[in-house]
């Protein structure tokens, strides 16, 4: 049994491990307390499908009996500052709260458990409208 169901991107999104994590795809990882995930997700699933996100992956059954939560996967094409913020700014839009996390595929492929952002780096800004 698999952890993950299928990526759903409009845009036939793939991951891309480069040079740097920067110019790696990554992910916000959005953590949901059971048992919220059908509102969350579908929220977060129509903004996929409307291409207003990248691509969008959540937890399978057998993730959550391990974890004891959901965990959904929002992509960016890269992970530069602006294309993050965007990004996190859709989630936003979407009604997605907490503090949230980025991780570069680059981390995940070399099994790094550091993450590139937090919602936190960018919410100040984006309060400011800078």
Known sequence: MRLWHPTLSKTDFRSGVRDSDEAST???????????????????EDAAVE???????????????????D?????????DQETVA???AVLRDLGVEGDLFYKSDR???????DHLYRSSDFEVVMKLGC
């Open 86 to 88: 965007d990004c996190l």
């Open 71 to 79: 965990l959904v996967c929002i992509y960016c094409a890269r992970s």
């Open 107 to 113: 981390a995940t492929d070399e099994n790094r458990d």
């Open 26 to 44: 990554g992910k916000w990882i959005v953590t949901i307390k059971l048992p919220d995930i059908g509102k969350v997700w579908e929220e977060i």
């Open 51 to 69: 291409g207003r996100l990248a691509a969008v992956k959540k937890s399978t059954l057998l993730m959550r009996q391990k974890i004891g939560h």
